[in-house]
């Protein structure tokens, strides 16, 4: 059988096919981007079985948004209880946690921003090689195609079979998945990556500042903790069951954190506040 020539013209268009392992020549990127899966429902795939569209999608987002948020809460509420074990005016409280809300949105957001931007970067150019490789050597590329299909488990004549086909259906998308991991729909956003770690942030830090302005003076502190360690519990607890696996541990890993981080910032405010230095 010969082996049929890949147009020089790459077609940037087309549905993207999704990759499902093995060997690739270049480093596996996550998506900030692909939350969801095609309309189309792959034939023989079980109703309840992620696939790696899903997967990727899925726990990229969940990892800005829980980390996100939990940095809020947690940060956030060890600074303004901090503050309370050393005065319980109103004043500082609110001074110190809108503060830290803001320093820390904005540091959440540009660390995401410069990190993703880094990825971001890489990916595309990743892409222009590949253009002009396969506009410059089309038949050696698919020659490698078939041969990384041949990696996977398919014999020789179905490799090259299969490389023909996707070549056909989405050159460029066929070789981003197969030797890279990834396709061009799935090129990660710095802008979208630093506001979902913003907003998830800003979220996190209302829940204590509020916790503690709202109570009697002398109910600040114990209201903020137990409103503070929910909030951890069910963070923890959604992150599990989106992520697919038990809670208990996520749960109580992250509520014991954060008991601690309160009890230490409360305990130094404490004693700063005993010895008249605040």
């Given at each position: ?24 020549r ?14 189309a429902?792959?034939?023989?795939a ?21 980390l996100?948020?939990?940095d ?17 005016q ?6 110190a ?35 002009r ?22 014999t ?8 023909e ?5 989405d ?21 979208a ?6 907003l998830a ?12 302005l709202l109570?009697?003076?002398?109910l ?19 992150s ?6 038990p809670?208990?541990r ?10 601690l981080?309160l ?9 700063l ?6």
């Amino acid at each position: 059988m010969r082996p049929a020539r890949i147009p020089r013209r790459v077609p940037d268009g087309g549905a993207r096919s999704h990759a499902r392992g093995g060997r690739a020549r270049g480093p596996s990127w996550c998506s900030m981007s692909g939350m969801g899966e095609s309309s189309a429902t792959t034939p023989g795939a079980h109703p309840a079985e992620p696939h790696a569209a899903s997967i990727s999608g899925r726990l990229n987002w969940l990892r800005a948004g829980v980390l996100g948020a939990n940095d809020g809460i947690v940060s956030t509420a060890a600074l303004v209880v901090g503050v309370a074990g050393a005065t319980m005016q109103a004043a500082p409280i609110l001074a110190a946690g809108v503060a830290g809300l803001v320093g820390g949105a904005i540091s959440m957001a540009l660390g995401e921003y410069v990190s993703v931007s880094s990825q971001s970067d890489s990916q595309r150019a990743l892409i222009s090689k590949e253009r002009r490789e396969l506009a410059d050597q089309p038949d050696a590329e698919l020659d490698e195609l078939a041969g990384l299909y041949v990696q996977r488990g398919l014999t020789p004549e179905t490799a090259r079979r299969v490389a023909e086909e996707l070549t056909e259906h989405d050159v460029l998308a066929a070789h981003l998945e197969a030797e890279l991991g990834f396709s061009e729909d799935t090129v990660v956003s710095p802008w979208a990556a630093a506001g979902a770690s913003a907003l998830a942030f800003t979220i996190g830090a209302l829940l204590p500042l509020i916790a503690i302005l709202l109570p009697p003076a002398g109910l600040r502190v114990p209201v903020t903790f137990a409103v503070v360690l929910a909030a951890l519990a069910l963070t923890g607890f959604a992150s599990a069951r989106l992520g697919g696996s038990p809670t208990l541990r996520p749960v109580v890993r992250i509520v014991l954190g954060g008991a601690l981080a309160l009890a230490a910032t409360f305990g130094i405010g404490s004693l700063l506040g005993a010895s008249g230095v605040v």
